[in-house]
């Protein structure tokens, strides 16, 4: 038997044949859409991501050219610029949003589900380590700075030539394989999964 | 009662944290949460006027020195020709924002007044204020990116300026203030159709 996350509504749910989903009848909220080797997919994908993560930060994001000269910048420029006098916070607050949580998402998840994956027992602590990824989830904002980027770009496109860098197209597709894995995430089954497995 | 983060039921007087996953159980009364929606609203809020009216660029080209603030900004990009950049700026650093706040002032208020009528538009609204408020973040981005890039000593150089801090603080307390409500309180006295 389960609760309906969002309006406690109670079902006793039948199993769901994979690749369906089953919405609440009331606030339709998706309670459960199991995938056929869901957590197998999801830990490549979040390898994957974190991967992309890496080459993202150290190779050059974007190079600006004007009147003669060249200015390359990585995305530690970018969070380094608000570094000095009243920005620092800012400066963490940028670097923690799109680098340190998404990265400490993927690890969260890899470390959750990998073991899992491979049908063996949980790891320690696995229950807290998930639900703290839960909770940064919307906090983490990779797709967000991409179309800030997108944004930027055009604002001095009249000033300067721009060309985008390799870690510019790292982040582009770190964006979309983190959509996908969010797409096999199913909380529910991971949850009950965690709980089955640690008895 | 129901854990609203994995569905786990629990007994009535439950326990303070879901067996399973360790969520806060939120269903004890008297609901708190919206005190808390209240606070981080009101904080975002306050934090929301500095945004609007200290620049946000610090442009200096050859010597002469700009400041722009968020509004001027949108208009600058309009000026330019590019209007589908502008509309995208403009929905997410200002029509976002400012119907964000309408949006969780009138969540708050009709939980309030215990308010039966419109359950599923309201739940509706309260899932899209969720979604979308973190996309307002994208201007502090589009200043990191813009400052970061254009250091050419004389030909050109951007600084952020003072609103950027603001801005990111008002997006953070008002994402908080969308966090900090519990949706059950909505459907609690409205709809009793079956399930």
Redesign the interface.
């Known amino acids: 038997?389960?609760?309906?996350?969002?309006?406690?509504?109670?079902?006793t749910l039948p199993d769901v044949a994979e690749g369906a989903r089953a919405r609440?009848?009331?606030?339709h909220t998706v309670?459960t859409a199991p995938r056929n080797g869901a957590m197998t997919r999801i830990v490549m994908l979040a390898s994957t991501s974190f991967i992309l993560m890496l080459a993202a930060i150290f190779f050059p994001f974007?190079e600006?050219t004007?009147?003669g000269?060249t200015?390359r910048?990585s995305i530690m420029?970018?969070?380094?610029?608000?570094a000095d006098g009243?920005?620092v916070?800012?400066a963490i607050?940028?670097g923690a949003?799109?680098v340190v949580l998404p990265l400490l998402r993927l690890l969260a998840l890899i470390y959750v589900l990998a073991p899992m994956s491979f049908g063996w027992r949980p790891a320690r602590d696995a229950?807290?380590v998930?639900?703290f990824s839960?909770r940064i989830k919307?906090?983490s904002?990779a797709e967000?700075?991409i179309?800030?980027?997108?944004?930027?770009l055009?604002?001095?496109a009249?000033?300067?030539h721009?060309s985008l860098g390799p870690a510019f197209w790292a982040f582009a597709a770190l964006v979309l394989v983190v959509a996908l894995k969010d797409n096999f995430m199913c909380?529910?089954t991971i949850?009950k999964t965690?709980?089955h497995r640690r008895q | 009662?129901?854990?609203?983060?994995?569905?786990?039921?629990h007994e009535a007087p439950g326990p303070d944290m879901c067996v399973?996953?360790?969520?806060r159980l939120a269903?004890n009364v008297p609901d708190t949460s919206l005190q808390w929606v209240w606070a981080w609203f009101f904080a975002g809020l306050i934090a929301y006027i500095p945004a609007n009216i200290y620049p946000m660029l610090r442009t200096q080209?050859l010597g002469r020195t700009s400041e722009s603030t968020i509004l001027e900004g949108v208009v600058e990009?309009l000026h330019?020709g590019?209007y589908s950049?502008a509309i995208?700026?403009f929905v997410a650093s200002i029509a976002i924002p400012i119907g964000k706040f309408f949006a969780i002032a009138y969540l708050a208020l009709s939980i309030q007044r215990k308010v039966r009528q419109g359950v599923?538009g309201r739940?509706r609204l309260y899932e899209v204020v969720?979604f979308i408020g973190?996309?307002s973040?994208?201007?502090?981005?589009?200043v990191?990116?813009?400052?970061?890039?254009?250091?050419?000593d004389f030909?050109?150089t951007i600084n952020?300026g003072?609103a950027?801090?603001s801005f990111?603080l008002s997006v953070?307390f008002t994402?908080l203030s969308a966090?900090s409500f519990n949706?059950?309180t909505i459907?609690a006295y409205g709809?009793h159709?079956k399930?």
């Open positions: 038997m389960i609760a309906c996350p969002t309006c406690d509504a109670l079902y609440c009848r009331r606030c309670l974007l600006l004007a009147a000269r200015q910048s420029d970018v969070v380094l610029v608000f009243p920005f916070g800012l607050a940028v949003l799109i229950i807290p998930f639900r839960e919307p906090w904002m967000i700075f179309v800030g980027v997108a944004v930027a055009i604002k001095v009249g000033l300067a721009l909380r529910l949850w965690l709980e | 009662m129901g854990c609203p983060h994995c569905g786990r039921v399973r996953c360790g969520w269903a080209s990009l330019y590019s950049v995208i700026v599923h739940y969720e973190r996309w973040m994208i201007d502090v981005f589009v990191a990116i813009l400052a970061a890039l254009v250091q050419l030909a050109a952020p003072i950027a801090i990111a953070a994402m966090q949706p059950k459907w709809d159709s399930t």
